[in-house]
Structures are given as C-alpha cells and as structure tokens.
C-alpha cells in the first residue's frame, strides 16, 4: 500500500490494497463507530503501519479522511490532550526556500510564509535570516505557541539521522529539542504545534516515525504536523494556507484544521491523489 500511494499508480491498482487494509483496522468497529457518533480516530500503530497514511485508507466508497479527523499517538498515556489557547495564538516560522548544503531550492516556501502571515500574527526567519541560533534567540524572546519549520529535514529511528535543515547547520533532532526548550526558567508553558513543512520520512525505515514522535517528545510540543514523505511543493503550500486559515478560526481542533486542508487537496483535480494530501500526519495532542 505504501508503494501504491506514489503517484505513478492508477486508482484502480491502489484501491483494491487500501481497502483491505482498512477491512482489517477499521471495517470490524464501523458499526459501533456509527452507534457512538465518533468524530476523530486516533491511531497507535506500530511496526511498518507507521508510515502508512490512515487518511488514505478506503472503504470502497470513500477514504477515511471523508468520515472522520485522523490523529496520530505514540502512546495514549505520553501526552496530556489539551485545547489549542486561541486568544494568544501566534506563528514563527523559519524558512528555507534557496538551495543549501547539497539540498535543492523549495521555491514554494515563500508563498507558504506570505500566506500564513495573511492568515495569524508571524514572525518569520527566511533563507540568511533562518540560523539555529536565531531560531533560538526568537524563541527566548517571544513565546510562540506554534513554530512552523518550511524546510527539508528528515525522520529517521536513529536519532544522528533525524534532522532539519537551516541555512548554516543541520540541526538535529538533540539540538532542536534544546533549542525548542530553550526559554525562561519561569516559562512553564510548552510549545503547542510543531509544523515540519517539506521533511519526510527515511526511505525502508519501519520506525522512522519514532523520529517525528521523538522530535515532539524532546522539545516539549504538545504536538506535531509532519509529512510521511517529501511532498510536491505547491500543494503544501496550498495545504499549509487551508490549514492555518482553520486554526485561526475558534472551536476548530488542530486535527479539524488538519483534516479541512486535506479535503480542500481532495477536492482539487491536480491534488486529488492521495499522494500530494494524505502524507500530513499530526502526532501527539489532536485538540
């Protein structure tokens, strides 16, 4: 099923291995899913389940990311579920949309950063401006309840190969928690969204996701946005403006704001397969 989601697959050959996955996870509960009125599914999943998107399982009408808001847990009992405070909502992103380091330009990361900042109050560290210790100084000096990193990166189960990419230094998964926590002694609130814009999984790696989980766990966020793998830089764009215009809005979760995003892509001819929505995974607190 994994392979099938890359794009060079027809519906008609990916379908029939979505379906079935989702007749062993999910068919066997559908009735009492219904009786309760359930809105939101959170998985635990384990071995190579990790890297596969649930919100493209298939039920041989729709995808499942149709029914219902599809979160992500490392475990039940890791982190405590808490509502997103919208009254002080506000965004720092760091940003690299030039080539660097051996890694290729994300052209589509500027329109990223310009339609976020028309959507929520942000501060924004773009290409010369995007160095580890900036990053650090930004979040010393202001407490944002979600940074957003639009940059390339990677999730590996070996924590020296999970990674993101600013313009002087990888920093890696060690150094990004310190740096995430590096606040005042007396500041006692966490960071609430982590977002991982154009970071993927390691290719053949079964607990790659134990990376983006440990990426959450290490620098305190409640909470992480990621992708399964490297995705086409327009339609995360596209998804990004979908996605924060929901947060922005009242009584709407994140795993709401997540899910909006995702169908506006499904709804888009070019962005209809599953390919270019359904690799956006949020882990952690869906609230």
Known sequence: MRRSLRRIF??????PLSQKVYDWLVRP???ELAASGIKTLVFALD????????AALHDGQQYLIEKYSVALTPSLQLLESRPLARE????????LSEARQGFSGLPGVEFEVKQIKSKIPTQVLLNQQFTSKALQDQIK???FPVVHL?????????????????????????ELGGL???????ERKPIELLVLSACQTAVGDNRAALGMAGVAVRSGARSTLATLWSVDDRSTSSFMVEFYQGLAQSQVTKVQALRDAQLALLKQPEFRH????????LVGNWL
């Open 88 to 95: 002080q909502i506000n965004v720092l992103v760091g940003g």
């Open 47 to 54: 071995g190579s389940l990790k890297n596969i998107p649930m």
């Open 29 to 31: 509960a559908e009735s």
């Open 180 to 186: 995430l926590q590096a606040r005042a002694q007396n």
């Open 10 to 15: 027809l519906d008609q050959e990916r379908l």
């Open 141 to 143: 000096a202001v407490r």
């Open 150 to 174: 639009a940059t390339h990166g990677q999730f590996s189960s070996n924590a020296e190969n999970t990674f993101i990419l600013a313009w002087d230094e990888r920093i890696n998964v060690k």
């Open 274 to 281: 599953p390919y270019f929505w359904a690799p956006f995974v």
